[in-house]
């Protein structure tokens, strides 16, 4: 493999890795928020144990967040200076933002959320959360208006070999980046609504007493989830709408991409213009598995509120199962939304092989070899944690408790009495 292929590899094996701590992240904290608002307001140690809990899976999750996405910003460096230097200004600006909003805010008021469990007043406790949530949002909008510009460049003149911003509001409010964070916000809900429910669905096939914490959970993740699909499919629609008008070389068979291949034919040279055709089979999956939600969700839905799931052992078990299947529905949406501007790093502006480092194909290979490796163990490392919690359920949460404290967090699980 050349330079250039090894440097795409790397570049999707990393993004891909790195999104699906940032989906269960974007998901999981407006749940999380909710939770901490139940129990600020209605002082109700149950909420309090189901936000510690989750909250704990958040904070681990967080993390690998935080490092991947590091990772990922040196490799930006390393392998796509062509990129950067032609389009730093429009490109960059926003990703220096993101950086920004995670680690001086995102990360600061989550540190006073972590550490301020009995210690600040409780609705200034929960505004922090609640800071952390918008952060987590912005941070999310920042992304992709740098990647809503790689898609549909906007807002830019060009000078010599670089591009300078002249429309702000025009980068800010590109539509390639809006419509896309409406499909990814309710995409994230959808994932972790599903994990929430799925892990509460283990629980519950495996004995547990603590009923009402459980039955809570997976009511959330349900209903969540079960909302969260129907807007991840409309916003899916309109998406595959505004690209059909604008990049339809991205989706083959479109009407109007063969005359768009050509034009770009006779303006850049001889070179195929066209996604590979595989994207309409990951778009068949991505379409699929939302409409299995919506088919059959409404089943333990229905089965919770009358209170018999816990007894349905295979919808429990399908619940369990299909945990994965929303972090797939969202991995596969990623790359139809990078594979198909191909070969553009900047669609019909830049071309992919002009923003690539000049690299020989060894210092390719050793970077792929080496952020593979450190993303593997990351993601190896971060999901075995993540389900050694899940698994120990809210009786071992160290969330929430006071240095030198031992023993259960405020409100343990009900007695079988109290069930």
């Avoid at 010599?160 to 025009?170: H, N």
Wanted: no cysteine.
């Amino acid at each position: 493999m050349d330079t250039l292929t090894l440097a795409r590899l790397e570049f999707g094996i990393t993004t891909s890795l790195h999104f699906l701590f940032v989906a269960l992240t974007l998901g999981l904290a407006p749940l999380i928020a909710y939770l901490h608002t139940r129990h600020t307001i209605g002082a109700d140690p149950h909420y309090e144990r189901l936000t510690t809990f989750w909250g704990q899976i958040y904070l681990v999750n967080y993390g690998l967040g935080i490092i991947s996405g590091l990772l990922l910003e040196f490799q930006f460096a390393l392998n796509w200076s062509g990129l950067t230097h032609h389009a730093g200004q429009l490109f960059g600006a926003p990703l220096a933002l993101e950086t920004l909003y995670a680690f001086f805010i995102e990360s600061t008021f989550l540190g006073l959320w972590i550490f301020g469990w009995g210690r600040l007043p409780k609705l200034l406790h929960l505004t922090t959360f609640y800071i952390v949530t918008l952060a987590a949002l912005a941070s999310a909008y920042l992304i992709l208006v740098a990647n809503g510009f790689l898609q549909n460049p906007v807002g830019h003149h060009p000078h010599g070999d670089t591009l300078r911003l002249t429309d702000l509001a025009a980068l800010l409010t590109n539509p390639a980046a809006l419509i896309a964070l409406g499909h990814i916000l309710p995409a994230a809900l959808m994932v972790a609504g599903f994990l929430i429910a799925g892990i509460s669905a283990w629980h519950f096939r495996h004995g547990t007493t603590d009923v009402r914490f459980h039955r809570t959970g997976m009511r959330l993740g349900l209903t969540v989830g079960y909302i969260a699909t129907f807007f991840t499919i409309g916003f899916g629609d309109a998406s595959v709408l505004w690209i059909v008008r604008n990049q339809p070389t991205k989706i083959p068979g479109t009407h109007g991409a063969e005359a768009v291949a050509a034009r770009m034919i006779a303006q850049h040279g001889p070179g195929d213009y066209m996604a590979p055709g595989w994207i309409t089979i990951a778009v068949t999956i991505m379409i699929s598995v939302a409409y299995l939600y919506v088919l059959f969700a409404l089943i333990p839905i229905a089965l919770l509120g009358k209170g018999r799931i816990e007894r349905h052992r295979l919808l429990l078990g399908i619940g369990v199962w299909t945990i994965p299947l929303p972090f797939l529905t969202v991995i596969l949406g990623w790359t139809v939304r990078e594979i198909g501007r191909q070969p553009w790093a900047i669609y019909d502006v830049l071309p992919t092989s002009q923003a690539v480092s000049d690299l020989t194909t060894g210092s390719a290979l050793a970077s792929l070899i080496i952020f593979t490796t450190l993303y593997a163990a990351l993601a190896a490392t971060g999901y075995t944690l993540i389900a050694k919690l899940a698994r120990q359920g809210p009786d071992t949460v160290i969330l929430g408790r006071t240095l030198g404290e031992s023993g259960q967090t405020t409100g343990g699980p009900p007695t079988t009495a109290e069930h």
